[in-house]
């Protein structure tokens, strides 16, 4: 069975980066579109990006357009989220998730397979 672990969320200043990693075991993201969403306290989860098998698509979300870049290493089965130019309203948890389809899917229903999460936080 699919499992899925994010990894690379932290403490993070505004205007800072970092490089998240959802990586897959029990099986390979072949023919999976993966999709990276968030969740800040009291609100829904909302789509972050989101890249299908191949040729490979993205779709951003508005809010992260420009600073934020999706990639997906077939290889060894992981997706990435680049995020530079963090801004305070970025803060919550972050969930990769997986859908078996070639097409992109944008919305978090779509998605059966989902990981832990994994935090960004905001320093002062």
């Known amino acids: 069975q699919l499992q899925l672990v994010e990894s690379g969320g932290g403490l993070v200043q505004p205007g800072g980066s970092l490089r998240l990693s959802c990586t897959a075991s029990?099986?390979?993201?072949?023919?999976?579109?993966v999709g990276w969403f968030r969740q800040a306290p009291g609100k829904e989860r909302e789509e972050v990006s989101c890249v299908s098998f191949t040729p490979s698509r993205t779709n951003y979300a508005d809010s992260v357009k420009g600073r934020f870049t999706i990639s997906r290493n077939n290889a060894n089965n992981t997706v990435y989220l680049q995020m530079n130019n963090l801004k305070p309203e970025d803060t919550g948890v972050y969930y990769c998730a997986a859908k078996d389809t070639l097409l992109i899917a944008t919305r978090p229903r779509e998605y059966a397979v989902w990981g832990q999460g994994t935090q960004v936080t905001f320093s002062s």
């Open positions: 029990g099986g390979t993201l072949d023919y999976y579109a």
